[in-house]
């Protein structure tokens, strides 16, 4: 298998998308090292489940938007025996408000958490991957929002669209490196959370998706697997959206 022997990195790895991408690597051969920020108990049921895959598997709670530990995390892994060739920026989190209603310490929160901790993760899994001379890839996680302007999500589409930009410049600066570096940008994707966001989340938006009907975590992770390994080895500082064609219309329906 692809990941046979290497290692890969997920943030907030332990709900929704990020626990589909752990367990997807490590069906792929990944050993893989995740992060999260609460929910102690789905943490310790997601290392059972991939521990039952045959794979080596790390969880540490940390704050991606704190460098503090962000470094405490990667001397764990250090500890732990692995040395990141893969990193899933994924750790995300999101505000419902008008612009003229945000309160300052949610953008904040938002910025901190989707924008910088993507930065702090790849600058310190990028300077490993540099150390050890053996390439690596990297996937950040993006959105609809890198390419739409949505009402009341303004913190979270400036983060996101800068997510868009850090991944094309990390692409310029790390390839010389052998280090890949792309985003996927999900549609409408049903979880948990998106479900508590509206009634009927599947039935409000596969009548406006062209694939008639919404993602799931598994056509995420899919696309996250595939830029992860040596089949994506000559794609980088791309932005891949997996949104059932919903993003390609050049009118947008009303929402």
């Avoid at 060739?85 to 949610?106: I, K, R």
């Avoid at 993760?121 to 990297?138: C, E, F, L, P, S």
Wanted: charged content about 20%; aromatic content about 8%; overall charge negative.
């Amino acid at each position: 298998m692809e990941g046979s022997g290497k290692t890969a990195v997920v943030t907030g790895g332990n709900d929704g998308l990020g626990r589909e991408m752990v367990l997807a690597l490590a069906r792929r051969g990944w050993d893989v090292a995740f992060n999260y920020l609460a929910g102690e108990d789905r943490a310790d049921s997601l290392v059972t489940e991939v521990k039952a895959i045959g794979r080596r598997v790390l969880a540490h709670r940390s704050d991606v938007g704190v460098k503090v530990e962000v470094d405490a995390f990667y001397t764990a892994l250090d500890a732990w025996g692995g040395t990141p060739d893969v990193l899933v920026n994924n750790a995300g989190v999101q505000t419902w408000s008008p612009l003229l209603d945000l309160a300052e310490d949610d953008w904040d929160r938002v910025i901190r958490t989707n924008l910088k901790g993507s930065f702090l993760h790849t600058q310190t899994a990028a300077r490993r991957m540099v150390a050890a001379g053996k390439g690596g890839a990297i996937v950040n996680l993006g959105s609809g929002c890198n390419l739409l302007a949505f009402p009341n999500l303004v913190d979270y589409t400036a983060s996101k669209g800068g997510i868009e930009q850090l991944t094309k410049v990390a692409a310029l600066e790390l390839g010389p490196h052998g280090i890949r570096v792309n985003c996927v940008a999900p549609g409408a994707i049903e979880t948990d959370r998106t479900r508590a966001e509206v009634d009927d989340y599947a039935g409000r938006w596969s009548p406006l998706t062209p694939l008639r009907r919404v993602g799931t975590v598994q056509d995420v992770a899919a696309a996250v697997v595939w830029l992860a390994g040596p089949e994506s080895a000559f794609v980088s500082g791309q932005t891949l959206l997996v949104d059932g064609g919903v993003f390609s219309q050049a009118v947008w329906p009303a929402y």
